[in-house]
């Protein structure tokens, strides 16, 4: 794997881990009444999310343009560690819509 592709793939894991770190603070505040704190971490998660699935995209255009990308554990770790980041992020969506309509 060449030094860029492990900038990218390690970008990936990065922001991920930071999408669902985020998601889980955003419950959290909610399970305390401070729903915008809430809001505005799931605006940082969005971000992160937005980046990570950029340097995702960057990486399958890469391929479909017939670029030589490595693939090895650590680049299927770090889509793996996307797509659990987004499931987090969506369940934890609706944990904070259900946190806020029973007013816990």
Avoid: P
Avoid at 23 to 39: F, I, P
Wanted: hydrophobic share 40%; with cysteine; aromatic share 2%.
């Amino acid at each position: 794997m060449d030094e860029k592709q492990l900038q990218v793939v390690m970008s990936i894991i990065i922001k991920a881990g930071e999408v669902r770190s985020k998601s889980l603070e955003a419950v959290e505040y909610s399970l305390s009444g401070d729903y915008k704190m809430s809001d505005k971490c799931f605006q940082e998660a969005q971000q992160l999310l937005l980046e990570a699935h950029h340097a995702q995209t960057d990486l399958l255009s890469k391929e479909a343009n017939k670029e030589k990308i490595d693939l090895n554990l650590l680049t299927i770790h770090s889509q793996d560690h996307l797509m659990t980041s987004i499931t987090v992020n969506d369940l934890a969506k609706k944990m904070v819509k259900l946190s806020k309509k029973l007013q816990i």
